[in-house]
């Protein structure tokens, strides 16, 4: 049992926190007041080679271990979660499956782009009838000789009218059910019938891009089709969420630091009554219950990381990182926004973002609801 | 062109709290950090084309981190200093411990910080050119120019700056402006887990033991405490002419002007 980060770890730790103070914490008031795609920090990202972070060397990344991932998100969700969402839908949700089901060609030619950030990723499942119940997918892919014709839409595409790639689900024989879905990736610029519909108006993450995109007749060579076998789609997906969910749990537990370290900034500097917010008793009890609590998702988080890395089975903690880690970032924003009174309503403090920011940790990549039938299923079995 | 930046590990001073009681830093938990201006001098150095570019420290085995950074950063090779025989050095031991490995590596340049954050004296720079006979510039700013034979510099003053040319070899100590902040890239942060540090102990230095470590540190500290001035305000009584008279004398007394 050894719950210290490597030397390379720590000094990761060290230069992105640092990084994170400096290059995106001034922005991430203006990055949700405005609206703001975070491009900037992208940007700098990409240089410091962190949008290839889960890509191998011999394609242009950094290779890096999950335990290290993991600090990363965790540190770049605590200065601002639409940056961190918008880097994680391209690192874990876009990358990952490339890495881990990709043919040799198709790592070739689009994993180098998305290491160096000269390619921003994204990636659809979610359509208008299938959330949740991701085997429900309408997009059709039909085989048209050397091309597969794909029709259909999907919602709520984190980065959808951004991305230069995105690795879209859809079914190539619907009779099969989950059996009978398919990941295809498409070069957004290049394929014809690609369109961009709405952009989404929403409650947290508002610099982040999330949107409608469509496909009409959209041709795609069959070469990029992901694995290079039909029917493999649903098995990616869920490979790609196990391993996502851990990013949503550390995000959480990033924006429920962020309000907690705001939380005791504030209880040493606020007085009532004659004394400091530390010295009432209630206040203190708010800051025991949140440390306690995002101590134990961070060290979920860190644990599903770290068998990850073992190479062993990692989803039942990954669903259980994702779940309390949520939840712990919903606790942390309210109380945290709480102990702030009537300035944590206003936009002049962080403690309102953080509150919107922290909710959709519960909804995407997959919801609490099935966070539960997850880990119920694994105590369970799967015969149930 | 070879070019050692000296660098020392120190306590994130923002983060560190002061034992109002006992007047002592309460080191605990304190993260330790390359010090800001020697990262800024190493930038400087690796922002010069072809330079060799060399980190060096003296401290206990834990600076070896401040020394990985600089490798992931780009500095071509890394030294530490390291032996019992420093320990309890003042910066009088130091500085020469420093400058006798500095004479072992042999630069055409070497680039202090100004000024650590936790000892805070800006005596270590100076005080190696001394010992190494070296022209020497403090405060520098930025550097203009530099080739084989000599450097130009710009230096702050206190009523704007200087610019001065040196001959090669030459120390300078530098402030947070001698160059832009930049974070290392993860292949860097690979890269310097992959290289080895050179650990010099006082027998690699050629050095006189006399001069090293408490031995050589003729700095004693008794007590050191956090001094604590109160302001008062001072109501003036009297009429216009009495008052205007007062505060007068008041102004020549704190020297704010000229009798
Ligand atoms: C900001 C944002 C970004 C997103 N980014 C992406 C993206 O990049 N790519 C992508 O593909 N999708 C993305 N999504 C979609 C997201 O993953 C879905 O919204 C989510 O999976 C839930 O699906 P749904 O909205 O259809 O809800 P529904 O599935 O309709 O769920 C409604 C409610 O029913 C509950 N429920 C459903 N089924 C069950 C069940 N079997 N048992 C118990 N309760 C159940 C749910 O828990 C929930 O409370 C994003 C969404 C948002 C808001
Ligand atoms: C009065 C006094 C007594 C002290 N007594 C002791 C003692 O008994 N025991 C003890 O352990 N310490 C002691 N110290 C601390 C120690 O001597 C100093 O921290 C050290 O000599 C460096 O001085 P400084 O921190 O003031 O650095 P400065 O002179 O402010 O540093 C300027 C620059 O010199 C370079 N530099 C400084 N130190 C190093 C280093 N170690 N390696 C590489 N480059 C460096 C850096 O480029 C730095 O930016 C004492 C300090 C003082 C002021």
Redesign the pocket.
């Known amino acids: 049992m050894d719950f210290n980060f490597t030397k390379k770890q720590h000094l990761l730790k060290q230069t992105i926190d640092e990084f994170c103070e400096k290059e995106i914490v001034p922005y991430a008031d203006d990055i949700d007041h405005e609206q703001i795609f975070p491009e900037k920090q992208i940007k700098l990202l990409s240089k410091m080679g962190i949008m290839g972070m889960s890509i191998p060397k011999e394609y242009g990344g950094a290779e890096l271990d999950n335990v290290s991932q993991t600090i990363i998100m965790e540190a770049v969700s605590k200065a601002c979660a639409s940056t961190s ?1 918008t880097m994680g ?1 391209h690192t874990s ?1 876009t990358c990952f499956p490339l890495v881990a089901y990709g043919t040799k060609d198709q790592k070739q030619r689009f994993l180098p782009k998305l290491a160096s950030g000269e390619y921003l990723g ?5 359509e208008p009838n ?4 991701a085997s429900n997918v309408e997009t059709t892919a039909v085989k048209d000789g050397d091309e597969y014709i794909i029709n259909g839409s ?1 919602i ?5 009218g951004k991305a230069d790639l995105i690795n879209i689900v859809a079914t190539t024989d619907k009779s099969k059910k989950h059996h009978g879905i398919s990941i295809f990736t498409v070069e957004t610029k290049k394929a014809k019938g690609f369109e961009i519909g709405k952009k ?1 108006d ?1 409650l947290g ?1 508002r610099g ?1 891009n ?1 949107n409608e995109i469509i496909f009409k007749d959209m041709r795609l060579p069959k070469e990029n089709l992901v694995g290079g076998i039909e029917g493999m789609g649903f098995k990616i997906a869920m490979g790609v969420f196990d391993s996502g969910r851990i990013g949503i749990g550390v995000q959480g537990v990033g924006i429920a630091q962020a309000a907690f370290d705001k939380a005791l900034q504030y209880v040493n500097e606020r007085e009532q009554f004659g004394r400091k917010l530390a010295k009432f008793q209630a206040m203190q009890f708010y800051l025991a219950d949140m440390a306690t609590r995002i101590e134990a998702a961070r060290l979920l988080c860190y644990k599903a990381a770290f068998i990850k890395d073992q190479k062993k089975k990692y989803a039942q903690v990954a669903a259980m990182a994702k779940l309390y880690g949520s939840e712990v970032a919903m606790y942390c924003s309210r109380l945290s926004l709480q102990i702030h009174g009537g300035y944590g309503f206003i936009k002049d403090y962080p403690l309102e973002r953080f509150y919107r920011d922290a909710k ?1 940790t519960e ?8 966070m539960k ?1 997850v880990i119920a299923a694994n105590l369970l079995g799967k015969g149930f | 062109m070879k070019i050692v930046v000296c660098m020392k590990q120190v306590p994130d001073t923002n983060e560190i709290k002061i034992d109002q009681k006992t007047g002592t830093l309460q080191r605990e938990g304190v993260p330790s950090i390359m010090n800001p201006e020697d990262k800024h001098a190493l930038l400087a150095a690796l922002n010069i084309k072809d330079a060799e570019v060399i980190a060096l420290s003296m401290g206990p085995p834990q600076a070896e981190m401040i020394l990985r950074e600089a490798l992931a950063y780009g500095a071509n090779k890394a030294i530490l200093l390291c032996d019992f025989a420093f320990a309890g050095s003042d910066t009088a031991a130091t500085s020469y411990t420093l400058s006798k490995a500095i004479e072992k590596i042999n630069p055409d340049l070497i680039v202090c910080g100004r000024q650590a954050i936790d000892g805070d004296t800006a005596q270590v720079g100076p005080q190696i050119a001394e010992l190494l006979n070296l022209p020497q510039a403090t405060y520098v700013q930025k550097i203009i120019k530099l080739d084989n034979e000599k450097v130009e510099i710009q230096k702050e003053t206190e009523i704007g700056y200087d610019i001065m040319e040196l001959n090669l070899p030459a120390l300078i100590t530098c402030t947070n402006d001698i160059s832009e902040i930049d974070y290392p890239s993860l292949q860097g942060i690979s890269k310097a887990f992959e290289e080895n540090i050179e650990t010099w102990k006082a027998t690699d230095l050629k050095a006189d033991k006399e001069r090293l470590g408490l031995n050589g540190s003729p700095t004693w500290v008794n007590k050191s405490f956090t001094p604590t001035h109160q302001r008062q305000g001072n109501i003036l009584k009297g009429n216009v002419k009495e008052l205007a008279k007062q505060l007068a004398k008041e102004f020549i007394r704190k020297e704010i002007v000229k009798e």
């Open positions: 969402v839908a949700l994204a990636f659809a499942l979610t299938a959330g949740s119940d999907k709520f595409i984190t980065n959808g989404e929403k993450l982040s999330t959709i909804i995407y990549e997959g919801t609490s609801e099935i039938l």
